[in-house]
Nanobody, 125 residues
Framework: QVQLVESGGGLVQAGGSLRLSCAAS????????MGWFRQAPGKEREFVSS????????YYANSVKGRFTISRDNAKNTVYLQMNSLKPEDTAVYYC??????????????????WGQGTQVTVSS
């Protein structure tokens, strides 16, 4: 399994931006499909975005489409989530996840083998 560490969360006003990073251990990062999920208090973990191993294909939940952008740098073993035009309803703990599965978009938590510890994002109104 790959080890994942998220960073970049914080408190931001509505309309603001944050960029989350997820650093992966190991030398085979490019062989993993990566995803971002989030979980708000009292709610189930939900899909936010995923990206193929090459970075060519990306997928988004309807709720974030047009506001969030996922990207990856395989040379740096890192996947990013740029979040713009943030809304209070984006408040959640954000998790990155990895899977050796190839098919995308892989929107279910059960599709992933490895998870980070999460980073809190709080958007104030």
């Amino acid at each position: 399994q790959v080890q994942l560490v998220e960073s970049g969360g914080g408190l931001v006003q509505a309309g603001g931006s944050l960029r989350l990073s997820c650093a992966a251990s190991g030398r085979t990062f490019s062989s993993y499909t990566m995803g971002w999920f989030r979980q708000a208090p009292g709610k189930e973990r939900e899909f936010v975005s995923s990206i193929s191993r090459s970075g060519i294909s990306t997928y988004y939940a309807n709720s974030v489409k047009g506001r969030f952008t996922i990207s990856r740098d395989n040379a740096k073993n890192t996947v990013y989530l740029q979040m713009n035009s943030l809304k209070p309803e984006d408040t959640a703990v954000y998790y990155c996840a990895a899977t050796t599965g190839i098919a995308t978009p892989r929107p279910r938590p059960g599709d992933y083998d490895s998870w980070g510890q999460g980073t809190q994002v709080t958007v104030s109104s």
